[in-house]
């Protein structure tokens, strides 16, 4: 009977020490401010050269290796140096959202440069490589367009000229 009495005694103790433990307050540290991250300087795009036969609404439909279903993308490059690059897949009938991009674009030597300021809506970092895809150009004429993405097995992008103001289907 001692025995059941003594546990009861230190349940009790030991309850009342872990309550005590959780009402105890802690001290207020004070915040430490932190300054708002500076919004990344905007890019300035560099208008394309006069006549560029890159200036345009491009589409192109591939079927990647390992996906059962068809890649969309559309690519309008302004005169402006702006761009805009829109993805879809088409699985069967269905039509998955992709990605909605812009940024800049420029041609030197036989290379252009997709430079990404805005994915879905949102900035992004342009110092990140991810942002920057780099294409030879293969063929450039008044109704096709051939781009090699500039990497190790790069595919190779084959467009065709659409109407001004063309969008992807929904």
Known sequence: MKSLLW???IGAVGAALILA???????????????????PPPVACAPA???????????????????????????????????HYDTQLKIGKRIRPGLRESGCWKQA?????????????????????????????????AARLALRELRSGGQVIAARRMPTGYRLPD
């Open 21 to 39: 433990g959780c009402a105890a307050r802690k001290t207020e540290q004070a915040p430490v401010p932190v300054a708002p991250a500076a919004p």
């Open 49 to 83: 050269d006069p006549g560029s036969r890159l200036v345009g609404t491009w589409q192109s439909n591939t079927r990647p290796r390992g996906v059962a279903g068809d890649f969309r993308a559309l690519i309008v490059l302004s005169a402006d140096g702006s761009m």
């Open 109 to 141: 030597d036989g290379i252009v440069v997709l430079q990404t300021t805005k994915s879905n809506g949102e900035l992004v970092d342009t110092d990140d490589p991810i942002y920057q895809n780099r294409y030879r150009i293969e063929k450039a004429d």
């Open 7 to 9: 546990y009861r005694h």
